[in-house]
């Protein structure tokens, strides 16, 4: 990857593109100033390079009934690949957690997870993470107000 470089107007597309996924070619084209064979060819190749992963809607959680977000922090019962493999395994296979991701610090994992309200995650804590054998502690923090939530990465 590191010998693949971005010029402006890819930057300009992927701009574009996290702001509005479902912009058509055309509409791409006319907001980067090329025609549609062009900028379909890039979109193509930051696509096959691994630049765009995807197309998403993002949905309203709090419509949805799930707008308790809770950041769970967990840690192991010791730290070692096996256990390591194990929890990422089971972690993977449960719909709740909508991101998890391995931190320094005093907890291993961080996972974000939306909820309808506080009983059921009271619930998904005793009988899905209680579950988890490797789990040694859990640290839950309740988000109060959303204050920031852009979806996208700064370029």
Known sequence: MADISLDQVDIQILRALQENARLTTKELAAKVHLSTTPVFERMKRLERDGFINGYVAVLDAAKLGRGFTVFCSVKLKQMSRAVAREFIS???????????????????????????????????????????DAIGSILSSFVMDEIKNTHGIYL
């Open 90 to 132: 089971v972690i993977r296979d449960i719909p709740q957690v909508a991101e998890c991701y391995n931190i320094s610090g005093e907890y291993d994992y961080l996972l974000r997870i939306q909820a309808p309200d506080m009983k059921y995650y009271n619930e998904f804590i005793i009988n899905v993470l209680g579950s988890i």
